[in-house]
């Protein structure tokens, strides 16, 4: 298993500033914003109320019936609470599942750019990627015809993200209506449909994969609260999915980690249970931030790349760049790329090679305006030096 690309530079980015030097991070993926002082409440709450023993694998009761009210409510998605586990967060969820259900030498296809931990959880269950690239052209999305001719009699499972993590793309319904009529006609396919970024989205709407009722018995819907209420750290995610999923998940998380956090799950119940107030704060301050990157960022000599539609980042095409040199440092990928942009800019990026996009970066815009502007002007000057 490769290293998380993204917490390695999140990782650099902190011993760089321990030791004094001014790093600007747009690197990792994390709202900066704190929690909403209701939720901490609870939490504290919780704690007087002595909720310090062993909670149940699943989740507790009535976060389950909070999150299947949420799911009824805001995806019109009929999950009970059996069809429902709440896990450390959604990276938990999806390995849970992807354990669950994949054996070794089942394929799994993985629209490219991708996140970056999909590849190694299925290299980690003994399954095979099989990667299928969208390209810049078309707004970093797959079509039917693609997913089409990636599927075999092998494929067991479909990965799947809207609003996407890196691109920040944001798939239309008649474009998932069009790819879940091509997983209609496989039988024994499933998909499992990340929507962590559903709240975070400035263009359109949020749909559901599950939402088609063809293939709701081959859904498996992962959510969180890590985006949607600023609550990264306190790691509490969920699924909803066909009951012999759910149960495989719970048998599985049983032997792995018990049921997770107890005043983390009492807190996600006051998130779930709160009004959408700091969502909608936020989602206007990262719609604001998008408008201001790009602003910028399409003044910068040979970036490519096409305006997000939801969640916090932006995927620029640096193949402009690759081969270039300023005398001491030539880059050659995109993750030569990112370290120059360390080095010389002092600003965390990704590169895109964990993303399975080689001749792209990703930059998050989860951070203040000021800052952005700063990294802008750094990260020019850098590329200007480039030869």
């Known amino acids: 298993m490769a290293v998380s690309q993204t917490l390695a530079m999140a990782q650099k980015s902190r011993e760089l500033t321990a030791k004094g030097l001014d790093i600007i991070s747009l690197s990792i993926g994390e709202p900066d ?12 709450k919780a704690i007087d109320e002595n909720y310090s023993t062993y909670p149940p694998v699943p989740g507790y009761r009535d976060l389950l019936e909070a999150i299947s009210e949420k799911f009824r409510k805001e995806n019109r998605l009929i999950y009970t609470t059996d069809q429902i586990i709440v896990s450390a967060g959604a990276k938990h969820s999806l390995i849970n599942v992807i354990l669950s259900i994949v054996n070794p ?8 750019p991708y996140w970056v931990s999909y590849y190694d959880q299925v290299i980690l269950a003994g399954g095979k990627p099989v990667i299928i690239s969208a390209s810049l052209e078309n707004d970093f999305k797959i079509t039917p015809e693609q997913l ?22 944001v798939y239309s319904r008649d474009e998932m209506e069009k790819l879940a009529g091509v997983i209609e006609k496989h039988e024994g396919v499933f998909i499992m449909s990340d929507e962590i970024y559903e709240h975070i989205i400035f263009e359109g709407e949020h749909i559901s994969m599950a939402s088609f009722a063809s293939i709701y018995d081959r859904v498996i819907t992962v959510n969180g609260v890590s985006k949607g209420y600023a609550m990264t750290g306190w790691r509490i995610g969920y699924i909803g999915a066909p009951v012999w999923i759910a149960k495989a998940c719970n048998k ?7 049921g997770v956090c107890s005043i983390a799950q009492r807190a996600a119940l006051a998130a779930l249970k709160g009004t959408n107030e700091s969502q909608v704060i936020m989602r206007d301050a990262f719609l604001r931030r998008r408008n201001l990157i790009c602003g910028l960022l399409k003044d910068v000599k040979g970036l490519k790349f096409r305006i997000p539609q939801g969640a916090f980042y932006v995927m620029p095409d640096i193949t402009y760049y690759l081969g270039k040199s300023d005398g001491e440092n030539r880059i050659n990928t995109s993750d030569d790329l990112a370290l120059y942009l360390l080095d010389k800019a002092q600003v965390a990026t990704v590169g895109g090679d964990g993303f399975g996009a080689p001749e792209c970066i990703r930059i998050s815009y989860a951070t203040s305006d000021e800052l952005l502007v700063k990294a802008v002007k750094r990260i020019t000057e850098a590329l200007s030096c480039l030869k």
């Open 33 to 44: 914003f704190n929690t909403p002082d209701y939720i901490k409440e609870a939490a504290k």
């Open 105 to 112: 030498g089942d394929e799994v296809i993985i629209p490219a």
């Open 148 to 169: 089409e001719s990636a599927i075999t009699k092998k494929t067991r499972l479909i990965m799947f993200n809207s609003p996407s993590n890196p691109t920040g793309m």
């Open 252 to 258: 599985l998380q049983g032997q792995f980690t018990s």
